[in-house]
């Protein structure tokens, strides 16, 4: 390993200018006090670029994390790469050999902090390989470092992320399902994620619906084959077949629910708005996420809706995406602000598109846009939204 540090720093020093003063001024402290013992927060500082504050949270992070993995305290780790400059030296040269930016590194270092404890001879053909196996840009790197440094620490990352990549047509799909699960990196790439990518085709997905269908539901992927087909089954008895535009909702719907939850939502439908269970059925299929919302969170909006609202449980049944919404921070703030502005004659929108605006456009639309010429409207509204509904309303 010191054959290789020895080979990298150069490229280290001549990859970023703006390291080397910073080495220099760090080995100018190390010679006036070589006694003294390596501080880790002092080196992210010093070395990496981070500033005071993420540096003692990282510190903080990475000796906990330590710790934890060895099962003892960190001051009993005599064989840590983290007691000295060494190996986490060896790492920033690595980084910035196969074109790391000096930010993009300090903000790596910051985010797994831990990366400059390993082992520079097992991840250093890793890091290198998603250069020249998979042909990642030095940007493209940074980027999945910020969220796949410990996958790739932990084991060879490359075959599933080289299939993940041409399964979903570039980096960026991929690295949006990793937020939400990074062992994609690490599942059975033949017996998990090819079985399941296979049978999501089958059904006429394209690979921009299961990028979809995964970035808002990430461990769909990791499923067993065997559920991921009764999942598929599952949405295509509710209603919605494999060509709608919704069948990607509904699988998703489905890996979060079972038969019976799925029974019991449609059951409650019926009963609090008198439906058929077609009727249901078909709502469901319109806005698949309802199966996730329990009963207590469901029925005090359909009871607003139809009593406080208005709505007749038919427009309710055609318009599911309204049992989705919060009702203390949106269905109930929304309609008072909707009652004021009517009474002033300065509304026409119907309560069902008003709830489905963003809510950044519905404050500078509706709220902003009148709260000078309009007494008490802003406070209604925010009122409204802190749970304490204004009287009369």
């Known amino acids: 390993m010191l054959h290789l540090r020895n080979h990298l720093l150069p490229h280290l020093r001549a990859a970023s200018p703006l390291l080397s003063p910073i080495h220099r001024h760090r080995a100018c402290l190390l010679s006036a006090s070589a006694a003294a013992p390596f501080s880790l927060e002092d080196y992210l500082v010093a070395a990496c670029g981070l500033s005071p504050a993420q540096a003692r949270k ?12 060895a099962g003892k305290p960190f001051e009993e780790l005599r064989s840590s790469r983290l007691n000295s400059a060494s190996n986490p030296d060896a790492v920033l ?12 590194i300090a903000a790596v270092v910051a985010a797994d902090p831990l990366i400059l404890r390993s082992c520079v001879n097992k991840i250093g053909p890793r890091l290198l390989a998603l250069r020249d196996r998979i042909g990642l840009s030095a940007p493209q790197i940074s980027r999945f470092l910020l969220v796949g440094s410990r996958k790739l620490r932990s084991g060879d990352v490359c075959p599933n992320l080289e299939f993940l990549i041409s399964s979903f047509g570039s980096l960026e799909p991929v690295l949006a399902v990793m937020k939400g699960s990074k062992s994609i990196l690490t599942l059975d790439l033949d017996r998990v994620i090819k079985p399941n990518f296979a049978q999501f085709r089958q059904c006429g997905l394209t690979s921009r619906d299961i990028a979809q269908m995964c970035s808002y539901c990430p461990w769909l992927i990791g499923f067993q084959p065997e559920r991921v087909k009764d999942f598929l089954l599952r949405a295509e008895d509710l209603g919605v077949s494999r060509g709608s535009p919704m069948f990607k909702h509904m699988v998703a719907a489905m890996s979060r629910t079972n038969k019976e939850k799925n029974a019991a939502t449609l059951e409650f439908l ?12 078909f709502a469901v299929s319109k806005t698949p996420s309802i199966l996730g919302l329990s009963d207590e969170c469901l029925l005090p909006k359909i009871q607003f809706l139809n009593n406080e609202v208005g709505l007749e449980p ?6 599911p995406s309204l049992l989705t919404y919060s ?30 605006i963003g809510e950044q456009k519905f404050r500078l639309k509706f709220i902003d846009r009148h709260k000078d010429s309009v007494s008490g409207l802003v406070h209604a509204y925010v009122t409204a939204r802190a749970a304490l509904v204004p009287s009369g309303v």
């Open 93 to 104: 040269a690595l980084l910035s050999s196969a074109g790391v930016s000096r930010a993009d």
């Open 58 to 69: 990282a510190s903080k992070q990475a000796l906990e994390e330590a710790s934890r993995e």
């Open 270 to 281: 019926k009963r609090s708005l008198g439906c058929s269970e077609s009727e249901a059925a």
């Open 314 to 319: 038919q427009y309710i049944l055609q318009n």
């Open 327 to 356: 009702l203390e921070k949106r269905l109930v703030p929304r309609y008072c602000a909707m009652k004021i502005l009517r009474a002033k004659g300065l509304m026409n929108s119907n309560f069902c598109r008003l709830a489905q």
